[in-house]
């Protein structure tokens, strides 16, 4: 499975359950279970690539801003709900953060923390276990730190709706 692959399996879970996380996590689990083995695992092995992508200060400032505070974990589950939304969002968010301001989620759906579970769920069901991380998690995150100082400045759209 290559990216394009993995991004449409997200994409048709997406689309069967926009705005209810537990149904998306069960469409997601069917449309793992129509894979090849091969292609379940690759699909947990891009799963990983695209949250190490989405580690960054710059996400990670603006989950901040979104929830009023948020730790590793909380950030984890805002990076696997963010691709939950599909290739589109995620890419936007990756280039501008601060437009996820723009978009009428709550806050559970934002920070939903069973998404990943179902990857593992639906690729162990039909590869018989999720494949081995193929780089280590990375140990900070990509970009320019910040303060709590920073994030109105950095992020003026999401500070207006949120803070």
Do not use: N
Not at 97 to 122: I, R
């Amino acid at each position: 499975m290559d990216e394009a692959g993995f991004w449409g399996v997200v994409q048709r879970a997406h689309d069967a359950a926009p705005d209810d996380m537990d149904r998306k996590c069960e469409a997601l689990k069917a449309e793992l279970a129509k894979l090849p083995a091969a292609d379940a695992s690759d699909f947990a092995v891009l799963f990983d690539a695209m949250m190490d992508k989405a580690y960054s200060y710059e996400l990670w400032g603006a989950a901040y801003v979104i929830r009023g505070g948020c730790g590793d974990d909380t950030f984890s589950d805002f990076r696997s709900s963010l691709i939950s939304r599909g290739r589109t969002c995620f890419e936007r968010a990756m280039a501008d953060p601060d437009s996820l301001a723009a978009d009428d989620l709550d806050e559970d759906t934002w920070f939903y923390e069973g998404y990943q579970y179902a990857v593992t769920e639906g690729v162990t069901a039909v590869a018989g276990s999720r494949p081995a991380r193929r780089s280590p998690h990375p140990d900070r995150p990509s970009g320019q730190d910040w303060s709590d100082e920073d994030l109105p400045v950095r992020f003026p759209r999401l500070a207006a709706r949120f803070m």
